[in-house]
């Protein structure tokens, strides 16, 4: 073989790594456009903060048997997730852009109400379900609405309540709250359920006793 040919052999090579590379590059920039790693971070995250809270220092105590275990409620799926579900008409639901909740509404609810009923009742409230502990009372149901309206331009919190006295019975009631006027703005809108998931948490802490 000739010196002329192995070079024009070894251009040939070159090229077509060269190509190859190129190939390759492309795919991974035709890729990029498509897949987001991560995706967008929301606009802003909300939460649920009690309006009623126990002072710093012990907190109530007592006997298994006066205790009241609050379970987190049961969610329809259009708010078992982290969004804001918006009713736009009797059958059809879009969902609030630009906010999120930190978590899913019913377990930031359930904590809600156990540190309201603390600090109104003065009870002994555990939150987790411990089999070492058998507790007097039992505190659960299912958080019907908990979102923006956008009809009547407001919020509202429904929560069916399920209560399981010490005696075994069972009693049941639906609170509920809403408010008018309402924009439909995450952090507005964030702002409205809070205040209603209060309202509701300190009618159920009442009920309770």
Same mark, same amino acid.
Do not use: H, K
């Given at each position: 073989?000739?010196?002329? %040919?192995? %070079?024009?052999?070894?251009? &040939?090579?070159?090229?077509?790594?060269?190509?190859?590379?190129? =190939?390759?590059?492309?795919?991974?920039?035709?890729?990029?456009?498509?897949?987001?790693?991560?995706?967008?971070?929301? !606009?802003?995250? &909300?939460?649920?903060?009690?309006?009623?809270?126990?002072?710093? #220092?012990?907190?109530?105590?007592? %006997?298994?048997?006066?205790?009241? =275990?609050?379970?987190?409620?049961?969610?329809?799926?259009?708010?078992?997730?982290? @969004?804001?579900?918006?009713?736009?008409? #009797?059958?059809?639901?879009?969902?609030?852009? #630009?906010?999120? /909740?930190?978590?899913?509404?019913?377990?930031?609810?359930?904590?809600?109400?156990?540190?309201?009923?603390?600090?109104?009742?003065?009870?002994?409230?555990?939150? @987790?379900?411990?089999?070492?502990?058998?507790?007097? !009372? *039992?505190?659960?149901?299912? =958080?019907?609405?908990?979102?923006?309206?956008?009809?009547?331009?407001?919020? *509202?919190?429904?929560?069916?309540?399920? @209560?399981?006295?010490?005696?075994?019975?069972? %009693?049941?009631?639906?609170?509920?709250?809403? !408010?008018?006027?309402?924009?439909?703005?995450?952090?507005?809108? #964030?702002?409205? &359920?809070?205040?209603?998931?209060?309202?509701?948490?300190?009618?159920?802490?009442? /009920?309770?006793?």
């Amino acid at each position: 073989m000739t010196s002329t %040919q192995t %070079q024009q052999q070894r251009g &040939l090579r070159s090229a077509v790594c060269g190509s190859r590379a190129l =190939l390759a590059g492309l795919a991974a920039l035709s890729l990029s456009g498509c897949i987001s790693i991560g995706g967008e971070a929301p !606009e802003m995250l &909300l939460t649920l903060t009690p309006q009623s809270t126990l002072a710093a #220092g012990p907190g109530p105590s007592g %006997q298994a048997a006066s205790a009241l =275990l609050i379970e987190e409620p049961d969610a329809e799926q259009r708010i078992a997730v982290t @969004r804001v579900p918006v009713q736009v008409d #009797g059958s059809s639901v879009a969902y609030l852009t #630009g906010a999120e /909740w930190v978590e899913r509404p019913a377990r930031l609810f359930r904590r809600l109400l156990a540190e309201t009923v603390r600090a109104r009742s003065g009870r002994l409230v555990m939150e @987790r379900d411990d089999s070492s502990v058998v507790p007097g !009372e *039992t505190l659960r149901g299912t =958080l019907r609405q908990f979102g923006y309206d956008a009809a009547g331009r407001s919020v *509202t919190v429904t929560f069916d309540a399920v @209560r399981r006295t010490r005696d075994g019975t069972l %009693q049941t009631r639906r609170f509920t709250a809403t !408010e008018q006027n309402v924009e439909p703005e995450g952090i507005v809108a #964030g702002a409205a &359920l809070n205040r209603s998931a209060n309202r509701v948490a300190q009618e159920v802490a009442d /009920w309770i006793g």
